[in-house]
């Protein structure tokens, strides 16, 4: 599903400094009894861990704003792990620690580690034509479409992943109406839009792509029972396992293709622990369940959009100039999963952070969202 797409911010929001004359006017009215901040209650001071690195009520404030703000809409889980230990954990009523939940297009970036994964065994090739038997004809252009233009969003298909109505976005139809029964089919019969490479385009549907070259380099079978068979035990031994997460329930539609592009779910924790793994180049318990190299790639600017890599959003302006994640207010190392309804997954190397915001936000509701993710992540220094 489509990412929050937000509008230029406000220069005060981005960073602005206020003349000198107005700082002081600032400075002096500090001199004066400000009130006192009421008191936290009990759950919110709980949510931080008592030998937390950073200063506690302040960070447990920062977190309780979020969950008390009605223009974010409804956060249902915030954590924070900060050099590898888990130091703020809250959810809201109804939800735990136990609960998996749906990452929606967070789980691109799944997909994203899986090819990787594909790449480093030898199965597949960054550069070479992306292996669609409907696309090797001759004479056919979409034969000249990579993994890596289907990785960095430059495929130049023409899917649309957002319409009026919403139920004649390709999004739409490839998930839920007439072509649910074979994602996969529906994403690979779209023609082209643009030359391969040429343009950046998001889209749902090209994740679909990448999970059915996956399962057809895995398996040659097309019994969709052994497809989905092959990849379910592919995902738990090579990187669900290996890197800690218990929880990954993944969904497959009737063809067996991996819905890679949104339906994977997981505890908020897992959720951060996959953070980890990528703030941590692909290690996870001493072990290097990705490679280095291949995280890196992820996390570098697509030549057609600076604001997004391999299935992963950078904390950079869009090539449109908007703004998905919170440039100006965290380090531009700063990188993120973002999913439908406010998902939120946001690493930043530097402050050696992982944060995981699971909820429910309308496209409005998440400059909120954001905001409240940038006062927490402000509580953090860079090294």
């Known amino acids: 599903m489509r990412r929050a797409m937000l509008p230029r911010r406000h220069p005060i929001a981005a960073g602005w400094r206020a003349p000198a004359l107005l700082t002081l006017g600032f400075a002096l009215a500090g001199c004066h009894t400000q009130p006192a901040q009421p008191p936290l209650s009990p759950q919110a001071l709980?949510?931080?861990a008592a030998d937390a690195d950073v200063p506690r009520e302040p960070l447990a404030r920062a977190i309780d704003a979020l969950f008390a703000d009605p223009a974010a809409g409804e956060t249902r889980a915030l954590l924070i792990y900060h050099d590898g230990r888990l130091i703020a954990e809250r959810y809201a009523p109804g939800f735990s620690a136990k609960t998996r939940q749906i990452g929606w297009s967070m789980s691109k970036t799944i997909s994203a580690v899986l090819i990787g994964l594909f790449v480093a065994?030898?199965?597949?090739?960054?550069d070479a034509p992306a292996p669609v038997p409907l696309w090797q004809r001759p004479g056919d252009?979409?034969?000249?479409?990579?993994?890596?233009?289907?990785?960095?969003m430059r495929s130049g298909l023409a899917h649309?992943?957002?319409?009026?109505?919403?139920?004649?976005?390709?999004?739409?139809?490839?998930?839920?109406?007439d072509g649910?029964?074979?994602?996969?089919?529906?994403?690979?019969?779209?023609?082209?839009r643009t030359a391969p490479g040429r343009r950046w385009r998001y889209s749902t549907a090209?994740?679909?792509?990448?999970?059915?070259?996956?399962?057809?380099?895995?398996?040659?079978?097309?019994?969709?029972?052994?497809?989905?068979?092959?990849?379910?035990?592919?995902?738990?031994?090579?990187?669900?396992?290996?890197?800690?997460?218990?929880?990954?329930?993944?969904?497959?539609?009737?063809?067996?293709?991996?819905l890679g592009g949104s339906m994977i779910h997981m505890t908020a924790r897992d959720w951060g622990r996959f953070g980890e793994l990528l703030r941590n180049q692909g290690v996870a318990h001493g072990v290097?369940?990705?490679?280095?190299?291949?995280?890196?790639?992820?996390?570098?600017?697509?030549?057609?959009?600076?604001?997004?890599?391999?299935?992963?959003?950078?904390?950079?302006?869009?090539?449109?100039?908007?703004?998905?994640?919170?440039?100006?207010?965290?380090?531009?190392?700063?990188?993120?999963?973002?999913?439908?309804?406010?998902?939120?997954?946001?690493?930043?190397p530097a402050q050696?952070?992982?944060?995981?915001?699971?909820?429910?936000?309308?496209?409005?509701?998440?400059?909120?969202?954001l905001n409240g993710l940038a006062s927490i992540i402000g509580q953090f220094a860079a090294r």
């Open 180 to 192: 649910r029964d074979d994602t996969a089919a529906y994403a690979e019969a779209q023609p082209l």
């Open 121 to 126: 065994d030898g199965r597949l090739q960054l």
């Open 352 to 369: 050696r952070l992982t944060l995981v915001r699971l909820g429910h936000s309308d496209h409005a509701q998440c400059h909120a969202v």
């Open 160 to 177: 649309r992943e957002e319409a009026k109505p919403q139920s004649a976005a390709d999004t739409t139809r490839m998930l839920f109406l």
């Open 288 to 348: 290097q369940v990705v490679p280095r190299q291949w995280v890196a790639f992820m996390a570098a600017a697509s030549p057609a959009n600076p604001g997004y890599g391999g299935q992963l959003w950078r904390n950079v302006p869009q090539v449109n100039g908007e703004e998905v994640l919170i440039p100006g207010r965290a380090p531009a190392s700063l990188f993120g999963l973002v999913g439908h309804l406010g998902q939120y997954v946001l690493v930043s």
């Open 206 to 258: 090209t994740t679909t792509i990448l999970d059915d070259i996956a399962a057809r380099a895995l398996t040659g079978q097309a019994d969709p029972a052994a497809r989905a068979r092959a990849m379910g035990d592919y995902l738990r031994t090579r990187l669900f396992e290996p890197a800690g997460l218990h929880s990954a329930t993944a969904e497959y539609d009737a063809a067996g293709t991996l």
């Open 141 to 152: 252009p979409r034969g000249e479409i990579t993994l890596r233009h289907l990785l960095q």
């Open 46 to 48: 709980a949510a931080v």
